[in-house]
């Protein structure tokens, strides 16, 4: 077994090696909402006293990992007052729902596929829920939300990403993303249209190509990453990690050890600098004898697992067979996969037609049925004006 290899043998830790979390999380809504559409979760997974945070955890907890694993989440709901509240909290509540539900309680049957493959389903399945949600009462059309969820199954994590919310770890004094924003500025970035520097000061920097919710379908971006004794594991909201870069999250990791007092420091941060956006972050420090010490031989980041159905499955397929030319908005956020002008125009005018009202939609159609007649109109028009100018000239 090797730190790539995202199939472990996973089995009950012994007394004397254990993997111990000391985790803490906050949510506030900073300086200029007036309410709060974010939420987070920590729970453990399995036993007759597993406990689950939502929303409010009074102090620094210490949780044991192991063969049945903890959960982590941050959601950032959108859609506005209670639409963007209720998405994230309805996306907490099935996914956990859904974990623990198939996740089997015997030793014997734990497996990483079958862990990763609860987490790509449970997401799944939290995006069915809202979706339905939102076309079952109009009042909450559009609805969605981000959902960055961590399992640590053993000495690995493994992830689920929608949208832009993000997971850190913090190793050797550096944070390193471990998570891809699925945004428009991560797409232009890749795509050597923009630099990341631009990327950051676009005013189109919030604009996601992927949420829990405004579509039927959604592709799950999976992944994994081996955990070392000393780790910190943060995930956030983009109300801090748009404001608070890594460097500066590593900074203050490194001078504050006790993970309330860090989350604090960091929320007090981002309202430092302007607090625009509600803003959540969970904090969780890794240590115990399960553990390995890290090495300059790790490999850490952004670490796609294999299993069908999930993002990077898909654009590997995508690499072997490139899809059959399309122009309907069938991808995730109403995308449509038809290039016209640069990626962030197409992109720009599609999250627009997103919002688009019934209202909006019957005064289009009604221009699109007056064209004609002005057409007309205005061929005579110019008619009528060279009819006339013929006969002053005449």
Not at 125 to 138: E, G, T, Y
Not at 176 to 187: F, N
Request: proline share 5%; with cysteine.
């Amino acid at each position: 077994m090797t730190a790539s290899d995202p199939h472990p043998t996973i089995s009950e830790p012994d007394d004397n090696h254990k993997v111990v979390v000391r985790v803490f999380a906050l949510t506030d809504v900073g300086h200029t909402r007036d309410h709060n559409e974010d939420s987070f979760l920590v729970a453990e997974l399995t036993g007759s006293q597993a406990v689950t945070f939502h929303a409010a955890l009074p102090e620094a907890t210490s949780m044991v990992g192991g063969a049945h694993g903890l959960l982590f989440m941050v959601a950032d709901g959108m859609g506005g007052a209670a639409s963007g509240e209720l998405a994230s909290s309805m996306a907490s509540e099935s996914i956990l729902e859904s974990v623990r539900g198939n996740w089997p309680a015997s030793a014997n049957s734990l497996d990483a596929e079958t862990f990763a493959t609860v987490l790509r389903d449970a997401t799944e399945q939290a995006n069915s829920r809202i979706h339905q949600h939102s076309r079952d009462f109009p009042e909450h059309r559009g609805m969605g939300t981000t959902a960055t969820i961590a399992g640590l199954l053993g000495d690995r994590l493994y992830l689920a990403q929608v949208g832009d919310s993000r997971a850190y770890v913090i190793r050797k004094g550096k944070a390193i993303q471990i998570t891809k924003d699925q945004s428009l500025m991560q797409r232009l970035v890749e795509a050597g249209e923009l630099t990341e520097a631009e990327a950051e000061s676009s005013e189109r920097r919030n604009i996601i190509l992927q949420a829990l919710g405004p579509d039927a379908h959604v592709t799950v971006d999976l992944t994994f990453q081996q955990v070392r004794r000393g780790d910190t594991l943060i995930i956030c909201s983009d109300g801090l990690s748009g404001l608070v870069r890594g460097e500066e999250i590593a900074r203050l990791a490194n001078a504050e050890r006790d993970v309330q007092q860090l989350c604090h420091r960091l929320v007090d941060r981002a309202n430092e600098l302007g607090g625009p956006d509600n803003i959540t972050v969970i904090a969780a420090q890794f240590d115990g004898d399960g553990l390995l010490p890290a090495t300059d031989r790790d490999e850490i980041g952004h670490k796609p697992f294999p299993l069908s159905g999930t993002l990077a499955e898909e654009e590997r397929v995508s690499r072997i067979k490139p899809p059959p030319f399309k122009s309907d908005p069938t991808p995730a956020m109403g995308i449509p996969l038809i290039a016209r002008g640069t990626l962030e125009d197409e992109f720009a005018r599609a999250e627009e037609e997103r919002y688009t009202t019934p209202e909006d939609e019957v005064i289009e159609e009604r221009k699109k049925k007056a064209q004609p007649i002005m057409a007309m109109l205005v061929v005579l028009a110019v008619i009528a004006a060279v009819v006339t100018v013929w006969m002053i000239v005449k």
